[in-house]
């Protein structure tokens, strides 16, 4: 691990002065494929990983100080443990992990059958469970699924049939797991039970243009409206899933963001990671923020993240 100075909180100073004027850069070094951002509120750190590189990035945002562990390999997303540390969905399985030590514990591994396979996005629910759900990096149709790991460890597949597993929700009063599989541009909500993490009767809550980019990472706010990153769409919006509509948008300077947490300490910033990876000579010429982390200003406030309670 090493830690780095960031030439952090440069204020953007384009695009529509409404929308823009609380944007800032927190991190320009640029990530291949940043993701996961995860917010601790109790060291007022940001998490978010480079999925390409497999680095596990960690943010001071009083300092700019960062701290990086390569991970060793693809690494989707992370969560943190209540006993410390984190919890990590990566290329061959879950894992418990160290930044200091960088110690890995496996602890599943249900797609060993599967090479081709990746994990990508993850998050806890609120009774301490990590849900994560998988894809074919051949882009394979189909092939992923979405997992729910106990703090026992135990794993269940809770959704197959999935292609690119993303987005994780759950609603404030967690009765409902809001998900998105990305290529298929819709919002599904599921019944959700809480004690026992079971998933029941599901319906699709949002259907996305696709001309507003392909829905990728997801977080919700205290009112229970829905927050997307749109990957090759250059923003961020805001969904109600009571009605289907677009409530709100967050133009974006950079053409894939990828995922969006709420942070701070009224939880009332939004942290958005985004992605360089595909980006074209002339695209990073219009756009050298490409894989970027921001913060934004929105308007809205968030929900405490959960902890792995394992
Ligand atoms: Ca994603």
Redesign the pocket.
């Known amino acids: 691990m090493h830690e780095q100075s960031t030439d952090s909180l440069l204020t953007i100073i384009a695009g529509e002065e409404d929308a823009v004027q609380q944007l800032q850069v927190i991190h320009a070094q640029p990530s291949m494929l940043g ?2 951002p995860c917010w601790d509120a109790d060291n007022r750190q940001l998490y978010w990983v480079d ?1 390409e590189s497999g680095h596990i990035h960690r943010l001071d945002v009083d300092t700019g100080q960062v701290a990086t562990a390569d991970f060793g390999q693809k690494v ?2 992370v969560a943190l443990r209540q006993s410390g540390g984190l919890i990590v969905a990566a290329q061959h399985g879950i894992y418990l992990f160290d930044m200091e030590t960088r110690e890995q514990v496996r602890i599943a591994n249900p797609e060993a059958d599967l090479p081709n396979n990746r994990f ?2 993850g998050k806890c629910d609120a009774k301490g469970r990590f849900w994560a759900g998988t894809m074919s990096m051949n882009g394979e149709p189909g092939k992923g699924a979405l997992y729910c790991i106990e703090p026992d460890h135990t794993v269940r597949k809770m959704v197959e049939s999935v292609n ?1 597993s ?2 994780l929700a759950w609603s404030p009063d967690n009765t409902v797991l809001y998900y998105i599989d ?1 290529p298929t541009f819709r919002i599904t909500a599921y019944e959700f039970h809480l004690e026992t993490g079971e998933l029941g009767a599901s319906g699709v809550v949002a259907h996305i243009p696709e001309n507003l980019g392909t829905p ?2 997801m977080t919700i706010d205290a009112e229970g409206k829905l927050w997307v ?1 749109h ?1 090759g769409g250059s923003r961020i919006t805001r969904w109600d899933p009571q009605t289907g509509r677009q409530i709100g948008e967050i133009p974006m300077p950079v053409s894939k963001p ?2 969006c947490i709420f942070g701070g300490d009224a939880l009332d910033q939004l942290y958005i990671t985004s992605a360089r990876i595909g980006s074209s000579d002339e695209e990073l010429a219009a756009q050298p923020l490409n894989g970027a982390v921001f913060r934004a200003q929105p308007d809205a406030s968030g929900l405490p993240a959960h902890k792995f309670g394992g």
């Open positions: 993701e996961g999925i989707g997303a990508n996005d690119l993303n987005g990305s990728d990472g990153a990957w990828t995922c």
